[in-house]
T-cell receptor
């Protein structure tokens, strides 16, 4: 069964530092997403990406965040100047046809900002 | 804006019981609905996907139904086992262009031996 792969599984960073979270979506999928889940809370949408550009973003996804597809297989989320409240589990997801066949999520990166 | 509610928030049952988990959504113009399982501190594992034109989907001991007109989906788990202990999440994708799934808070299930 194809998988979405996320690295690292756990990242600890100091407040104010920049972090990059990595994702390898399923190879024939065209739509990519980042979600986050603060401990004990809902899974929340951050951003979607299609055809090398952002297709939609939530109000959470402000100038602190950026996404990139640096090559044909990787999809990254960069968080600049991290804050304590950025501590969360970040999930990458991909879909084949704008979700018609559903969404496949990775196992997540737990980000801890200290 | 789509709102997704899952009831109950938590459930603790003895092994062997048949269970019903509920998901309700405010906007019935949906594209599809997907049920996920999340183990503590882990990722989201897809269980069942129901397209807007379908009424139910089955996989093993799991059956999910969809009633768009009433804005509801149920996940039925037959003959529950301790290994079913996890949080079950409902994600609803709206039609009308966006298709971005909106998640409920989930139902935390414990099945004790």
């Amino acid at each position: 069964e194809p998988e979405v792969t996320q690295t690292p599984s756990h990242q600890v960073t100091q407040m104010g530092q920049e972090v990059i979270l990595h994702c390898v979506p399923i190879s024939n999928h065209l739509y990519f997403y980042w979600y986050r889940q603060i401990l004990g809370q809902k899974v929340e949408f951050l951003v979607s990406f299609y055809n090398n550009e952002i297709s939609e973003k939530s109000e959470i996804f402000d100038d602190q965040f950026s996404v990139e597809r640096p090559d044909g297989s990787n999809f990254t989320l960069k968080i600049r100047s991290t804050k304590l409240e950025d501590s969360a589990m970040y999930f990458c997801a991909s879909s084949e046809m704008a979700g018609y066949y559903g969404y496949t999520f990775g196992s997540g990166t737990r980000l801890t900002v200290v | 804006k789509q709102e997704v509610t899952q009831i109950p928030a938590a459930l603790s049952v003895p092994e062997g019981e048949n269970l019903v988990l509920n998901c309700s959504f405010t906007d019935s113009a949906i594209y599809n609905l997907q049920w996920f399982r999340q183990d503590p501190g882990k990722g989201l594992t897809s269980l069942l996907l129901i397209q807007s034109s379908q009424r139910e989907q089955t996989s093993g001991r799991l059956n999910a139904s969809l009633d768009k007109s009433s804005g509801r989906s149920t996940l039925y788990i037959a003959a529950s086992q301790p290994g079913d202990s996890a949080t079950y999440l409902c994600a609803v994708s709206a039609s009308g262009g966006s298709y971005i799934p909106t998640f409920g808070r989930g139902t935390s299930l414990i099945v004790h031996p």
